[in-house]
């Protein structure tokens, strides 16, 4: 299995920056897919962007242009920088990760933007 632990977030304002990282162990030559999704209360979990191994990435419309993910495969790790963020940027951020084996996430990482 793999296991992810997230790192980041927090409080910030309208406007400003944060970022989030993702760390995975375990059965990490499995992964072929690395992403974060992110969840208001009372929703659904939804994407944000994700990459494959091979470098493709995925970005939710409402966050092209403002968010960019990293991957550093050889540390198995996948970051999300964050900039120009707004109010309905709030919410728990999830990593996730796509293996042969099945899908992992990570505990969530609270992202709260002031107005």
């Known amino acids: 299995q793999v296991q992810l632990v997230e790192s980041g977030g927090g409080l910030v304002q309208a406007g400003g920056s944060l970022g989030l990282a993702c760390a995975a162990s375990?059965?990490?030559?499995?992964?072929?897919?690395m992403g974060w999704y992110r969840q208001i209360p009372g929703k659904q979990r939804e994407l944000v962007a994700s990459?494959?191994?091979?470098?493709?990435?995925n970005y939710a419309d409402s966050v092209k242009d403002r968010f960019t993910i990293s991957r550093d495969n050889a540390k198995n790790t996948v970051s999300l920088q964050m900039i120009n963020l707004k109010s309905e940027d709030t919410a728990v951020y999830y990593c996730?990760?796509?293996?042969?084996?099945?899908?992992?996430w990570g505990q969530g990482a609270q992202v709260t933007v002031s107005s």
């Open positions: 996730k990760a796509d293996t042969t084996m099945g899908t992992s």
């Open positions: 990459m494959s191994n091979g470098g493709r990435t």
């Open positions: 375990g059965r990490t030559s499995t992964i072929y897919q």
